[in-house]
């Protein structure tokens, strides 16, 4: 592309600047080729005019446009260079506050210097899962691409992280670590990641420091192997370090700190462990007090030093060790206050008993004289002699240092090695990651050997980066089948070679340590001779000698030679060495152990140093007979050692890089320091990875995204259904340079550049559209104002012209009477002349108003019979459409109808032959029955209304007649008094004429007493009138007083009001917490059942020997229960002999703990047994004694006395017949010895079998009896219970099944004769009475002996005629023979309707019986037939004949004998019974073995639970605690194993919560509580329980509730979280609103919808599918409300959250995409009747985010706006969204920073949580509301499906 198209006028391009090092400007005009000077106008607004190179001409960098500029990936810029990376990383840093920016494979992160909340738990929680590019530029995103990568490729990663001091590189790692310590968890309990993560504070405390550039400066390097196992779970960690930095021990330059391990002792002085240590402040000691600042702002010491010594303690450094460490530092501190006296020039000593050593010496354990002597003397050894020189002043001072520093280096080694120790794991590791966290390239003003290591180390680190970015590079090539060549990119070799090389700076560095008088001058000349003028790289600088320049790859470096020989030996003397070896301190010869064959006389420096390590890499030991050469290696050598090592590893190792800048050189948060970031950029080989990238294709699109994008700058024609073509024809004509990209498989390859074109064409063809728009709407917007104008104008017009017209024809007036008082003749003419124009006009207006009114007329008939036309037409097609319609509709209802009739035919047919159409026909008689009774019932309820009208009229009689009494008697009393009246008026008479005369006098005394009166009056009035006033004023303030009273207490009720709502609020919400808490310890306890029962498990996997004795069987356990929670089984001593010998599967080690707490639960149950035994002898006593009264009821005993009779002759021959077996079996078992006993051929074995089976087949003839005495006792209404369990023929066969040994039998037999003496003797207590009622009964069989053989006969009868006419004529007959009845009893009972009552309940039950019977014969018949015609085929045609001419009546005679006997009970309890010994299989068969959906679709909701609470009922129905305690256990263990192994599946978990619950809601409401009871039905109260009460389980069955709830929750957590993202914010639901914007390498997911993409409808169907499905489990109505409520939450927050971390969600058209997607959600609620279930409030910050981002962001008013609308965000959110939003195109504004900071100010009063995310995993408090069933107990049938055949109804 020719640069006159892009350099154009108004363009954007960066130029040089010395200040900003880039600066943006605009061009004033077109560049035409050839031009050298560019007009430019600057951002500032001055004019300049920019010269190209005359050599090269080559132009300034162009800008990016602005919708690019902020992008997460530089390389998604479309122009790739160093100002458009550094504008880029500025914009992000400083306006969007984003610290972490990709590039490439790269993970720039600049340090913000401010504590920023993106490292939560939620964020983590966040990044989990997540692709690298689905989310914003993270440390956490890079830590989970490297954790998954290790998963998927089974290859080991490391991230790498390098940067300056301050960087920020050692927060890095740790956050790194963090993330997996998070996200993998650790293999076993011993909390590997918490150790991993608690080894940050220890080397933080003793290998950082604080420095110019940083407070917590890593003063080492460390690569830190974090290990994982198969499912890759932490396992354990190991750590390698790198050239610490010993010289800071013993110096520190102005402003920086020692170690903070330092100041943390002298902090933490005071404590009394640190006595002993005699330390103080760090201003007293020489080594913490050289750079002036002590204290660093913000930091607490003593806290610190807490800390480290918890890390300790968690590392295994005990407390022991722990001191022994502190006492080794505060020794170095002591010992640098060692201080020296010069004796003279070559000598010194150190003053007796000087304080500072002897404290060292005290501490270190060695002796004083020792120390002080060598401290100040020195060892010399030649060939022949050794001999003691001592030493100046300044070289005892350096050896002192020396011997502080080898010190510290060891101590730090040591504590390194033990760091190990503690992160090693015994477990094999499977893979590892690891994070290397190095310095980056360092240059100063003084550079020396530190330096030079460091920058060695990173061209080593810059070439494996630069063949790993080329190398991804090619790979994305050649998967896309792009044709590519060689790239140029520098390769750092060259420079790597001139240092480690042969003859390299490293090799003649250690050449030169060995010579004996070898300096750092001659080392530098050597470098001259050998590399000066020879090597490109290496340089002398103009002015000295004694330093050289190497050119590394971010810059020149000039290295001072002063100080490298020492520093690369880096000795100390031998002799001190051994002083602090021979310490009585054990500690610190530990520490000095691998030096013992490196420091020998025989290894000793011609100096007398011995050379020491510099790096505290792990060290290694020596084999014997290795030579000491080895250990003479420098520090240089050992470096680079180290670093091949370090290389190795990261090259087998997928690598991850993170780059660390630091903004500014200040440590100012959010300030940008352009000079220092280039600088770091250049250094870090960020801007190398972008030259790469530029250097081939840096753009990348599918061909979806660019046509998606580019389809504005696309004709309809060419739009092909081929994506991949349309894209090609399209580039074709936009980019005539077919160089310029490339087309791969899925992708389009741009060079730098295309893309802003492509970019600048659709803006201006949008830009172009947007004009003609314009220009289109303000023409109509102008013609809409003209034609109002024009006709306003017309308007004023007119009445203008009217009030002229009607002036003139008043002046014409005027003139026409004036003329007429001068000339009538003119008069006449002026008025003719006037009329002639007045009808002239009045003609023209009637044409013209008659000719508009024919058009208008026209107009209104044309459009009136268009409308009919069409009306016609519509209703002709109307009518066509619906005929069509109507007769195929018509034709599928015959259809349907035919086949619907067809199985009708064939379900009438089988309903014929069937019982039910007999219950059909009998529904009448029933009917009538029940219209009787009623009838009855309401004649009953008559009586009783008038019964008590009756009384309440004779009450109401006596009160009137007792009123009527007392007025006569006041009648009475004033007639006496009307009397004395009257005698009174006689003598008033008198009275009166004696005051007349009285008046007269007083008449004249009245004048002056009205005088008097009067002027007394006028005063009073005055007076009266002055009291009024003062009353106003009174009552005035009276009513202010009221007013004021009542306002006040006005406000105090609102006041109050308002503190009991927040109060009452408050407590609801402290509710919700303390649910929240309590539900989260469930959760919580769960998962360490779950994770006990694994290690069982385990446990039982590795024991394979099993152990006899105490058998445990796990229980239901939770926080509310007791010992009750555990089943135990406590072998009886005569059972274990043989006990030991059957296999167990299941036996674990035996807890003696355990075995003493059951024992003693086993003894207290056998004392509450005994005690329970005796009250239910003393009940049964009661109970014998109130039968004895009830004897004289013949009428009623008599069934129970014949039935208790047969029941003594029947226990009777049982008895005989076992004493008889008895007696075989112990002859049998004599013959042979026990092991053979038992075999199945033996003797024992066979008579054994042949007992049981003629006992079963006893027992099945005695079973038989029973039913049809059972069957002949219809008159008794209540079954007889059992006196004793033993008697029971079923339990003495198990018992007999179960003896297998002698003793068992003998004891047995004993308790069957024991039995059968109290049998006998109760039995001839009853033999009497028995006796009595025996003929009574006989009658009544003989009778219905009869009865039952006249049936038969009907029956044989019946036989003959066909299905229909068999049954229509038996139902015949019964209904007659009833009716009869009925007729003949109701005569009978007429005057007594209490019988008549009790015959018509026992007529019911008869017809029941006889509706049953008649099911039974049914069955009967078919089974004969069926038989008949097996029988038929085999005989044959004669035989065939015979048997036609056989009667009726024969035929049936033999097989209907047996029809009475299988007779049911009528009158169902509600209760299941079932055997002990089937309790394992109803469990397996109803919880273990169900199959949810088969249940949902074909059974009753809650059928489960509902035959889990007839089973408890009938175990507390026969008061057996036991199998109650039992099924309840089991019932519970079995659904937890249910969940454990099918706990992913959302159907089996909403069953048995919905199960769960029922089964919780049956037991609370037939618990017998009245506040339970008040909802149930008067046969549903019959129903409760009444012998135990089970609220503890009721607790317990909650609390299992709340689990399944937990896990629902997490289930469908998992189903929906996949779908979320996708279909809230990624899918385009509103097709063409949001674009597509250019990415970068981290490829995001796209947008457009593909085939495995999930979509909003998919979310929509998953919550259809999860409600369907709670629905027809028949899950309470309250509890799908709160799962509803949870599952919106969910969708809400996940959302939110990643709106919160995805910049390129945050703009205008994806608000409007949530808002819609919401509206969707809310649609849902609904159509399932949801809305009050509090789904929607949780959509609410969700909802104010969306609406956040389409809202204006301008003004105040806007910001005000925003304050007031977004009360469900944070103050953080808000921020965050308002950083984070984008616009997608060219029109849309960015949000300015100062809108933002207004935002912040308006809500910095704002008390609200300062975190960021939403917590997706909160899980709100749930409740289970009391829904009682309506459904009885005993209507419930139980399907054969369920395997339950067992069981029995009771």
């Not at 009779?1205 to 013959?1231: D, G, M, P, T, V």
């Not at 969707?1720 to 985010?1745: C, F, H, V, Y």
């Not at 060219?1786 to 008390?1807: G, N």
Request: hydrophobic residues 35%; positive net charge; aromatic residues 8%.
């Amino acid at each position: 592309m020719a640069a006159s198209e892009l350099y154009t006028k108004f363009a954007r391009v960066w130029i040089p600047d010395p200040e900003e090092v880039w600066k943006s400007a605009e061009l004033l005009k077109d560049y035409k080729p050839g031009d050298t000077v560019l007009q430019l106008h600057l951002e500032g607004g001055k004019d300049l005019e920019y010269r190209l190179d005359p050599k090269t001409k080559e132009l300034p960098h162009l800008r990016n446009p602005d919708i690019l500029v902020g992008e997460n990936d530089l390389t998604a810029l479309s122009y790739l260079h160093e100002p458009a990376v550094l504008h880029n990383l500025r914009v992000r840093f400083i306006d969007s506050k984003l610290i972490y920016t990709y590039c490439g494979i790269v993970l720039v992160a600049i340090n913000p210097y401010e504590q920023l909340p993106i490292y939560g738990e939620d964020i983590i929680n966040a990044y989990s899962g997540q692709n690298m590019g689905d989310m914003d530029p993270h440390i956490f995103a890079v830590a989970e691409e490297a954790y998954k990568q290790m998963a998927r490729d089974e290859r080991n990663q490391s991230i790498i992280v390098s940067g300056e001091s301050g960087a920020g590189k050692t927060v890095s790692a740790k956050y790194a670590m963090r993330y997996f310590a998070t996200v993998s968890g650790s293999a076993s309990e011993a909390n590997v990641e918490e150790k991993v993560l608690a080894s940050n504070p220890i080397m933080e405390s003793i290998g950082n420091a604080k420095t110019t550039r940083n407070d917590n400066s890593s003063r080492f390097g460390k690569y830190i192997e974090i290990g994982f196992d198969k499912r890759y779970r932490i396992i354990g960690a190991n750590m390698r370090t790198y050239l610490l930095e010993k010289s800071r021990v013993v110096f520190q330059a102005e402003e920086e700190r020692n170690y903070h391990i330092f100041y943390q002792l002298c902090a933490s002085a005071k404590l009394p462990e640190f006595k002993m240590l005699r330390l103080g402040n760090a201003d007293y000691f020489h080594y913490t007090k050289q750079g002036g600042s002590p204290v660093i702002d913000g930091v607490d010491d003593a806290k610190e030093m807490v800390h480290t010594r918890q890390a300790c303690t968690l590392l295994g450094i005990n407390e022991s060790y722990q001191m022994g460490i502190f006492r080794i530092l505060a020794g170095i501190l002591h010992l640098g206050n060692v201080g020296f006296t010069s004796r003279d020039s070559d000598s010194c000593s150190i003053p007796p008993k000087h304080e500072p050593l002897s404290i060292f010496c005290d501490l270190m354990g060695v002796e004083y004289d020792e120390m002080s002597h060598w401290l100040c003397h020195r060892k010399l050894a030649t060939a022949t002699e050794t001999y003691i020189k001592p030493i100046p002043k300044l070289q005892a001072t350096n050896a002192r240092d020396a011997l502080a520093k080898h010190i510290y280096a060891k101590l730090f080694n040591w504590i390194v090695d033990h760091v190990n120790q503690a992160l090693h794991s015994a477990v094999k590791q499977h893979s590892f990651i690891g994070v290397l966290d190095i310095y980056g390239f360092e240059t100063f003003e003084i550079n020396s050997f530190e330096q030079f290591c460091i920058n060695y180390a990173n061209e080593k680190l810059q070439q494996q980066f630069n063949m790993h970015v080329f190398k991804l590079e090619q790979e994305e090539y050649m998967k896309e089948q792009i044709p590519w060549t060689l790239i140029d990119f520098y390769d750092n070799q060259p420079c790597i070679n001139l240092i480690e090389a042969k003859l390299g700076i490293l090799d003649l560095l250690d050449e030169e340590c060995k010579m004996p008088k070898g300096s750092d001058d001659t080392w530098a000349q050597k470098l001259y001779n050998t590399h000066l003028n020879k090597c490109a790289l290496f340089e002398k600088p103009r002015m000295s000698n004694k330093a050289f320049i190497i050119q590394h790859f971010a810059d020149k470096v000039e290295y001072q030679c002063e100080g490298f020989l020492e520093k690369n030996k880096d000795t100390v003397f031998e002799e001190q060495i051994k002083v602090l070896k021979s310490s009585k301190f054990k500690m610190l010869p530990e520490l000095f152990q691998d030096d013992e064959k490196a420091i020998s006389p025989s290894s000793a420096t011609p100096s007398g140093r011995t050379p020491l390590s510099r790096t505290p890499i792990k060290p290694t030991k020596v084999r014997p007979g290795q030579s000491t050469k080895e250990h003479k290696k420098t520090v240089g050598h050992q470096f680079r050692n180290s670093l091949h090592l370090l290389m190795e590893t990261l090259n087998a190792t997928t690598p991850h890089y993170v780059r660390c800048i630091k903004p500014n050189d200040f440590k100012f948060p959010f300030t940008f320091d352009e000079k220092r970031a280039v600088q770091q950029l250049r250094a870090c080989g960020v801007l190398e990875t972008i030259r790469i990238s530029a250097a081939g294709f840096p753009s990348r699109w599918t061909y979806q995204e660019f046509f998606s994008r580019y389809r504005v700058l696309m004709k309809q024609k060419d739009v092909l259904s081929d994506r991949k073509q349309t894209c090609k024809n399209v580039l074709e004509k936009l980019i005539l340079d077919k160089d310029k990209y490339q087309f791969g498989k899925t992708k389009i390859f741009f060079r730098a550049g295309q893309v802003a074109y492509l970019e600048k064409i659709r803006a201006d063809k949008l830009r172009a559209a947007c004009i003609r728009i314009q220009k289109t709407i303000r023409g109509w917007l102008l013609r809409k104002k003209y034609l109002r104008m024009r006709k306003a104008a017309i308007t004023i017009q007119r009445y203008v012209r009217g009030y002229q017209a009607r002036c003139y024809a008043k002046f014409l007036r005027r003139t026409n009477a004036a003329t007429i008082i001068q000339k009538y003749w003119r008069m006449y003419v002026v008025k003719k002349k006037y009329q002639i124009r007045r009808a002239a006009t009045i003609v023209i207006q009637s044409y013209l108003r008659g000719y508009m009114a024919r058009n208008r007329y026209r107009k209104i008939l044309h459009e009136h019979k268009a409308i009919i036309i069409q009306k016609q037409v519509r209703g002709w097609l109307a009518r066509l459409h619906y005929k069509r319609c109507l007769k195929a509709i018509v034709y599928l209802q015959c259809c349907f109808r035919r086949m619907m009739a067809k199985r009708e035919l064939k379900k009438l047919k089988i309903e014929a032959r069937s019982v039910e159409r007999y219950k059909k026909l009998h529904i009448g008689m029933e009917n009538k029955i029940m219209q009787l009774q009623r009838k009855v019932d309401e004649q009953n309820k008559e009586y009783k209304s008038l019964l008590e009208k009756l009384t309440t009229l004779e009450g109401t009689y006596n009160s009137e007649t007792e009123k009527l009494r007392n007025d006569l008697s006041r009648l009475h009393l004033s007639e006496e008094e009307a009397k004395i009246a009257t005698s009174r008026v006689l003598s008033l008479q008198e009275e009166l004429a004696k005051l007349r005369k009285d008046l007269e006098r007083t008449q004249s005394e009245k004048k002056t007493i009205e005088e008097w009166a009067d002027k007394y009056k006028k005063e009073t009035e005055q007076l009266v009138s002055n009291l009024k006033e003062e009353n106003t004023l009174l009552k005035k303030e009276k009513e202010t007083l009221n007013h004021l009273i009542s306002e006040q207490a006005k406000e105090f009720t609102e006041t109050m009001e308002k503190k009991l709502i927040e109060e009452t609020k408050q407590l609801e919400l402290d509710l919700n917490d303390e649910r929240l808490r309590y539900q989260n310890l469930l959760n919580e306890f769960s998962r360490l059942e779950e994770r006990y029962d694994d290690l069982k498990e385990e446990m039982t996997l590795m024991v394979n020997v099993p152990k006899p004795g105490h058998r445990r069987t796990d229980s239901t356990h939770s926080s509310n229960e007791s010992e009750y929670t555990f089943s135990s089984e406590i072998m009886e001593t005569e059972d274990i002999p043989l006990r030991m010998e059957e296999p167990s599967e299941k036996k674990a080690p035996l807890d003696m703990s355990l075995f003493l707490k059951l024992q003693k639960r086993v003894t207290e149950l056998e004392l509450e047994k005994q005690a329970m035994q005796d009250e239910l002898d003393r009940k049964e006593e009661q109970v014998l004694r109130s039968k004895a009264k009830e004897e004289e009821r013949p009428q009623i005993r008599g069934a129970e006395l014949e039935y208790e009779s047969l029941k003594r002759q029947e226990l009777e021959s049982e008895n005989k017949k076992l004493k008889n077996e008895l007696n075989e079996l112990r002859k049998a078992l004599s013959e042979k010895g026990a092991p053979e006993v038992t075999a199945p051929g033996a003797p024992a074995y066979r008579v054994l079998m042949e007992q049981l089976t003629s006992v079963s087949e006893e027992l099945d003839v005695r079973k038989e009896e029973v039913l049809i005495l059972r069957s002949q006792l219809v008159s008794q209404k209540e079954a007889i219970q059992p006196k004793n369990t033993m008697t029971d023929s079923t339990i003495l066969l198990e018992d007999v099944q179960k003896m297998k040994d002698k003793g068992e039998i003998a004891q047995a037999y004993i308790g069957l004769k024991e039995t059968n003496r109290l049998l006998e003797s109760q039995l001839q207590s009853q033999k009497k009475s028995h006796d009595n009622e025996t003929e009574a009964l006989r009658g009544e069989i003989q009778s219905l002996k009869e009865e039952n053989n006249r049936q038969q006969q009907l029956l044989a009868q019946n036989l003959q005629l066909p299905p229909e006419a068999r049954i229509e004529a038996s139902l015949q007959h019964e209904i007659t023979r009833l009716t009869n009845e009925n007729l003949y009893f109701e005569e009978l009972y007429a005057d007594d309707p209490k019988d008549y009552q009790s015959y018509r309940i026992s007529l019911y039950k008869r017809m029941i019986d006889l509706m049953e019977q008649l099911e039974k014969q049914d069955k009967t018949v078919r089974k004969l037939k069926k038989q008949l015609k097996v029988f038929a085929k085999k005989i044959g045609e004669l035989e065939v004949g015979q048997m036609e001419n056989i009667s009726p009546g024969q035929i049936i005679d033999e097989p209907i004998r047996p029809v009475n006997i299988p007779r049911k009970e009528k009158d169902f309890q509600g209760m299941l019974e079932y055997k002990k010994d089937d309790e394992q299989k109803l469990v397996k068969n109803l919880i273990l073995d169900l199959k949810p959906r088969g249940v949902a679709v074909n059974l009753i909701p809650g059928l489960p639970a509902y035959i889990l609470f007839m089973c408890v009922r009938h175990a507390d129905y026969l008061n057996d605690d036991q199998k109650v305690r039992s099924l309840l256990t089991s019932t519970i263990n079995s659904i937890k194993k249910v969940l454990k192994k099918r706990g992913d599946d959302f159907e089996t978990v909403s069953f048995w919560l919905s199960n769960t619950c029922r089964f919780l809601h049956c037991l609370k409401q037939y618990s017998g509580e009245e506040g339970f009871m008040k909802h149930n039905t008067p046969r549903q109260n019959e129903h409760c329980l009444t012998n135990f009460d089970l609220a503890e389980y009721r607790q317990v069955l909650s609390d299992l509730a709340i689990q399944i709830y937990q896990q629902l929750v997490r289930v469908l957590e998992n189903i929906l979280q996949p779908m979320i993202v996708s279909g809230m914010l990624e899918h385009e639901t509103i097709q063409g609103v949001s674009g597509v914007k250019p990415t970068g390498l981290r490829k995001r997911t796209s947008s457009i919808a593909d085939e495995g993409t999930y979509t909003l409808d998919s979310i929509l169907r998953q919550l259809n599918s999860f409600h369907s499905v709670m629905c027809q489990h028949g899950m309470d109505p309250e509890l799908i409300k709160q799962v509803v409520k949870q599952m919106f939450y969910i969708v809400g927050a996940i959302t939110l959250n990643n709106l919160l971390l995805r910049k390129d969600m945050c703009s205008w058209s994806k608000g409007m995409q949530i808002r819609y997607n919401v509206s969707q959600l809310e649609e849902w609620l609904r159509d399932k009747n949801l809305m009050n279930s509090g789904a929607k409030e949780t959509l609410e910050p969700l909802i104010q985010a969306a609406q956040l981002l389409q809202v204006k962001k301008k003004t105040d008013e806007d910001a005000e706006a925003i304050c007031s609308m977004c009360n469900a965000l944070t103050t953080a959110q808000i921020v965050k969204v308002l950083n984070l939003y984008t616009p997608v195109n060219e029109f849309e504004e960015r949000v300015s920073v100062s809108f933002i900071r207004t935002i912040q100010m308006r809500l910095r009063d704002r008390k609200d949580s300062p975190q960021l995310l939403m917590d997706a995993k909160h899980i709100f408090p749930v409740t289970f509301p009391f829904n009682p069933s309506s459904l009885a107990l005993e209507t419930i049938q139980i399907p054969t499906s369920l395997g339950l055949g067992f069981i029995a109804r009771v």
